[in-house]
C-alpha cells in the first residue's frame, strides 16, 4: 500500500503537459549570398570596428557599451523578464506560510444568544463561558497545486523564453549601438572633410575675388570678371555653415550614444586615413545562430507555442493540497502547551463544466498569436537575407562609385589646372576657369560623401551579419544581475 502511495505521488508530480511541443520550423535559406565578394575573411567574430585603425573610434564605442542608456534599458528588461518568470514557475513548488491571530471579544448579555444561555443557565457568567473572552491562534500553512495537465509548466516554458527573447533583444540593441557609433562618427568624419574641402576653396576663390577686384580698379579686367569671381566664393562660403551645421548634429547624436550630454567629439584619423576594412565571410544559414533579431523571434515563437498548452489546460481540473498545524488557546500561558494543537489537511478538485466559451476563446486566442509569432519569425528571416544582400551591394557599388568618382577629381583637377595656365597666357576666357572650378568643387564634396559611404556600407555588413562579435562586444556592457533562472 505505501509503494502504492509512493507510486501514485510520483505519477502526479511527473503528470503531463497538455498542447503542442515546439519544432522549429522548415525554413528556405539561400545557399549563398548573390553579392558576396570573392575574396572575404574570417574577421565575423572579431571587434571588428578596430580594422579602421584608430584608437579614437576604439574608445567612443567602449565608452557607448558601458554608458548607453538604451543598454541600461535593456538590462533592466531582462531583470524585469527573470522575476516573471520565477513569479510564474513559483506555484511548481508547494506554497508555505505562517499566519498568526490574535483577539480580545465581550459578548452581548442582551442578545438572542445570551437570552437563551442564560435560561438554560441562569446567567451567562455561570454558564462556565467567560465574558469577555481571548482567542490566540498561530498556524504554519501549506499549499500545493498539482500540475497534472502542465499548465504551469506551459506558463513557465512561455516566460523562459520571453526571458531569452528580451535577452536576445538587449544583444540587438548592443549590435545596434556599436553599428550607430561607428556609422555616426565616419559620417561626421566624412562632414569634417567637406568642411575641410570647402574652407580650403572658398579660401582660394576669395584670393581670385581680390585679385580681379584690384584687376578692376586699374581697368584690367571688367566687372563681369569681379561678379563671377564673387559669385564662386559665396557658393563655396554658403556651404560651410550647412556643413557646420551637419557637423554639430552628428556631434550631438554620438554624444547621446555615449549617454553623455550633448558637446563636442574627439576627433582621430581623417576620413583619408582610415582603413576600410575586410567583408566578413558569413553563411547564409548562420544568420539563423547569430542574428539577435532572428534569436528573439524565434523565442517569442517558442513562447506563443507554450500558450497554447497552458490554454488549453483550463479545460481540465486544477487539484490542490492544503494544510495548516499550529496552536490556539484562549490564554497565552496556554498557548504552547500540547492540547492547544490544531492541525488540518484536505484538498480541492476544481473543474469547468459550461463557460461560456471562455476556455475556448483563450485557446483560439493563443493559437491565433502562435500563428502571427510563426509568420513575424519567417519576415524576420527573409528580412535578414535582404539585410546582408542589401549592404553587400552596397559595399560593391560604393566601391565602384568611389573609384569612378576620384578618377572624376583627378581629372577635373587636370582642367582646372590647364584652364588657368591658357587664362594666364590669354588663350581662354575667364569663363572656361569658372566653368572648371564649379565642376571641381562639388565632385570634390561628392568624393568625400561617397567615401564615407563605402565606410558606412562595411558597418552595415557586419550589422546584418551578427556574428560573434556580439558577444564580444556584449563583454564591454552592462550585464543582468545574476539570478537562480
Known sequence: MRRFGIALICALLAGCMVGPDYHRPKVETPNA????????????????????????????????????????????????????????RSPLFPQIGYQADASRQRLSENSAFA???????????????????????????????????????????????????TDAARRGVVLTLVAQVASSYI?????????????????????????????????????????????????AAAQIPLIEQEIAVRENA??????????????????????????????????????????????????????????KALYFPTISLTGNFGLASDDLGNLFKGPSKVWSFGGSIIGPIFTGGSISGQVAQATAAQKAALESYELAIQSAFADVESSLVARQKLGEQVDAQEKLVH???????????QYDVGY???????????????????????????FTSLVGIYQATGGGWVY?????APQPLAGNN
Open 33 to 88: 549570398y548573390i553579392y558576396e565578394p570573392e575574396k572575404v575573411a574570417e574577421t565575423a567574430n572579431t571587434e571588428w570596428w578596430k580594422q579602421f585603425n584608430d584608437p579614437v573610434l576604439d574608445q567612443l564605442i567602449e565608452d557607448a557599451l558601458a554608458n548607453n542608456r538604451n543598454v541600461k534599458i535593456a538590462v533592466a528588461n531582462v531583470e524585469q523578464a527573470a522575476g516573471v518568470l520565477t513569479t510564474t
Open 254 to 311: 554620438i554624444s547621446v550614444l555615449l549617454g553623455n550630454n550633448p558637446g563636442p567629439i574627439p576627433r582621430g584619423k581623417s576620413i583619408l586615413e582610415l582603413t576600410l576594412p575586410e567583408v566578413p565571410a558569413s553563411m547564409p544559414s548562420q544568420l539563423l545562430e547569430q542574428r539577435p533579431d532572428l534569436q528573439q523571434a524565434e523565442q517569442q515563437l517558442i513562447a506563443a507555442n507554450a500558450q497554447i498548452g497552458a490554454a
Open 472 to 476: 564580444k562586444a556584449d563583454t564591454l
Open 115 to 165: 437570552s437563551a444561555s442564560s435560561t438554560a443557565n441562569a446567567a451567562v457568567p455561570s454558564s462556565g463561558v467567560p465574558n469577555p473572552f481571548s482567542n490566540l491562534e498561530t498556524l504554519a500553512t501549506a499549499s500545493w497545486e498539482l500540475d497534472l495537465w502542465g499548465r504551469i509548466r506551459r506558463q513557465t516554458e512561455a516566460a523562459r523564453a520571453n526571458l531569452l527573447a
Open 187 to 235: 559620417q561626421l568624419r566624412g562632414f569634417d572633410e567637406q568642411l575641410e574641402i570647402s574652407k580650403r576653396t572658398a579660401g582660394v576663390y576669395l584670393e581670385s575675388l581680390k585679385l580681379f577686384q584690384l584687376q578692376f580698379k586699374y581697368g584690367q579686367v571688367s566687372q563681369l570678371n569681379v561678379a563671377q569671381a564673387e559669385s564662386q566664393y559665396q557658393t
Open 411 to 421: 581629372a577635373l583637377r587636370e582642367y582646372e589646372r590647364l584652364s588657368k595656365l
Open 428 to 454: 581662354v576666357p575667364y569663363s572656361t576657369v569658372l566653368q572648371a572650378e564649379q565642376q571641381l568643387f562639388p565632385s570634390e564634396l561628392t568624393l568625400a560623401t561617397t567615401r564615407a559611404q563605402l
